[in-house]
């Protein structure tokens, strides 16, 4: 069973003078038990329209969406899921330790587990300190991470992020994408959008491209920077490498122990031949590739 399975889905809205706009154009996706997928696209593609249909704040113009094996216009598809909004707001005379602990209400938890994972949650995501303040005086980073809070408390088996890492600094940043590792390898499915490239290549197993409410392209991360490799940089021991004929190959830079050389793909099996037939010591290879940052902007324009 698929953690999520969209078919066909599409949303239109209605704007000034009547206008329709497709915000969401019969988007048809799988994202498999235990896989994290990053959904990328830049502002306004329909990342957060697609998010709030599979969550069921939106009904869709056409089209299905199922969590678990269940459609998500039944309430209880929604049980054994963990989901962040894009701009969480919670009640603010409320302190995170109190606002956790009635989320984790709502999902009928028993109330000694309640109470450890209410900790767990809040140490985790560095909030303990903070715990018994209202909430009106948390910064917007601190509020981030409430948010992902109370979508962990439960222990769910599908996470639903909107924007995770929006409004965190470098620290919230890495400790965001180590939980996500962490319910990785803990089994769980994990379905979140951003438009931070690095985000997705750094903890993604597959990403997927929307790009003016069209789904443009889905791949696996390692498959894309994989097909992205351009060539090597080479590092040879300077003193054996300036007698070697390397034709048409142009040295980087020389150092009094190093050459560096850029020799592309298709010359390498013939370059590092001449290499190995002469001996020469070969010091360090570099792949240099495109990033993923390369292929999503080839693809948005």
Known sequence: MNAIEITGLSKQFTGKHMIK????????????AGEIFGFLGPNGAGKSTTIKLVMGLLRPTSGAAQIMGLDVSRPE?????????ENPAFYDYLSAEEYITFVGTQFKMDSTLLEQRTEDVLIRLDLWDARKRPMRGYSKGMIQRVGLAQALVHDPEVYILDEPMSGLDPIGRALVKDIILDLKARGKSVFFSTHITDDVEKVCDRVGVIVKGTLV????????????????????QATEAESLPFAGIEALRRTESVSEYYVPCSGFNAFMGEVNRTGTNVV????????????FLSLVK
């Open 21 to 32: 706009i497709d915000a969401l154009k019969g988007l048809n996706l799988n994202i498999a």
């Open 77 to 85: 598809s929604r049980y054994n899921v963990g989901y962040l909004p």
């Open 217 to 236: 392209a889905v791949d696996r991360v390692e498959s894309i920077l994989r097909s992205g490799v351009e060539g090597y940089v080479i590092h040879l």
């Open 284 to 295: 360090l290879v570099e792949m240099k590739r495109r990033d993923l940052e390369d292929f």
